[in-house]
């Protein structure tokens, strides 16, 4: 085999195959208006045939633009940001673009900085941040960087374009569709604090009990997981038959683990307490019961992300510090029946956070 052979094509190669010269072999390449169309098919089927690829690096060089993003993440085995990832790189590679991805631990000032500097050093020429925790948002906005930044989760009023599914919204539906089964009010186990999303499932959850004219229960609090959503599960079941009959879990890893402590204290769903969660993760629907859920689109998000963010890059106009928010949708299935209210149940004034069952 010659050296010749060895190496992999050139737009030479191409042109002296397809008989044009190099320059038409770059108009094709481009899609330039001006290539005949049998010029066009030749210079196609030579590349097709030579398996030629062209040299992004010399492209860069020649354009100045690597069509390159980053994406810097944290979180990425729970099912939102995971989601929000994939998301992002379908998108981006549907408008022919590479994605570079730092995924890190915890997002600190410390870490964002590195992470920027490694992004930036790599050519990148704009960046999403998943920052769903307020945290990261605060430092993000602190830092200085010399290409547009995109938060995914979280961000506005911090001077960050965002794009996020409407938290507030999903947990009205949520909550909403509880009161409209016949429940009197509904009991919230929200997620960690420092979560812009849990916050505003919170908000929206107490939002529709007080616009219904009922005090809201006291709230208690998981880290995403099934297990703390077992262990809440359990002070639950303490509640039944003394007010509790329905519970709006903030995302359905943690309505996994309350439907399992629910059905270890012989508690019945939805017949005893109805559960509805938040995410719409693709195993929810195969739960015991199927999981009534609030299902976010992250295709629409990453597409609205990836959107955004080039806008921001070729300066096409955009509002000083846009946020665009993803409407999510209902899903009713078999842990939400009607309920029919007991004679027996008494109701009960909200207990502080915390307290024991």
């Not at 062209?54 to 633009?65: E, I, M, P």
């Not at 309505?255 to 402590?261: D, F, I, N, P």
């Not at 509805?276 to 199927?290: I, K, N, T, V």
Request: hydrophobic residues 40%.
């Amino acid at each position: 085999m010659t050296p010749a052979q060895l190496r992999p094509p050139t737009m030479a190669d191409v042109a002296r195959t397809a008989g044009v010269s190099h320059q038409t072999v770059s108009r094709v390449l481009a899609d330039h208006p001006n290539v005949r169309d049998e010029t066009r098919v030749k210079v196609l089927r030579a590349i097709e045939e030579m398996g030629y690829r062209r040299n992004s690096s010399a492209r860069a060089l020649a354009t100045r633009r690597t069509r390159t993003l980053g994406v810097v993440a944290s979180d990425t085995t729970l099912y939102g940001p995971a989601s929000t990832l994939f998301a992002l790189e379908e998108a981006a590679r549907a408008e022919g673009y590479l994605v570079s991805t730092v995924s890190m631990r915890k997002l600190t000032v410390d870490t964002l900085s590195e992470a920027l500097d490694h992004l930036g050093d790599g050519g990148v020429e704009g960046v999403v941040a998943i920052a769903p925790q307020r945290s990261a948002v605060e430092a993000l906005a602190g830092l200085r960087h010399p290409f547009p930044v995109v938060t995914v989760g979280s961000g506005a009023g911090m001077g960050i374009p965002c794009v996020t599914v409407d938290q507030h919204l999903g947990a009205r539906l949520a909550t909403g569709h509880l009161l409209a089964a016949g429940h009197r009010t509904a009991w919230h186990l929200a997620g960690p604090d420092d979560w812009q999303e849990a916050a505003d499932r919170e908000a929206g959850w107490r939002a529709t009990l007080e616009a219904s004219g009922v005090e809201p229960p006291a709230v208690l609090r998981g880290d995403w997981s099934p297990l703390s959503g077992y262990r809440a599960g359990q002070e639950l079941a303490g509640w039944v038959g003394r007010g509790l009959t329905a519970v709006f879990v903030a995302n359905d890893q943690m309505a996994l683990g309350v439907l399992r402590a629910l059905r270890e204290a012989g508690v019945r769903t939805p017949e005893d307490v109805a559960v509805a969660g938040f995410d719409d993760a693709p195993e929810s629907e195969f739960f015991s019961p199927p999981l009534t859920t609030v299902r976010q689109d992250f295709s629409a998000v990453g597409r609205h992300s990836i959107a955004l963010l080039l806008d921001l890059i070729e300066g096409r106009a955009r509002p000083a510090t846009p946020r665009i928010a993803i409407e999510p949708q209902l899903v009713v299935r078999a842990s939400t029946f009607p309920h029919a209210p007991q004679r027996t149940t008494r109701s009960i004034a909200p207990q502080p956070e915390g307290a024991p069952p």
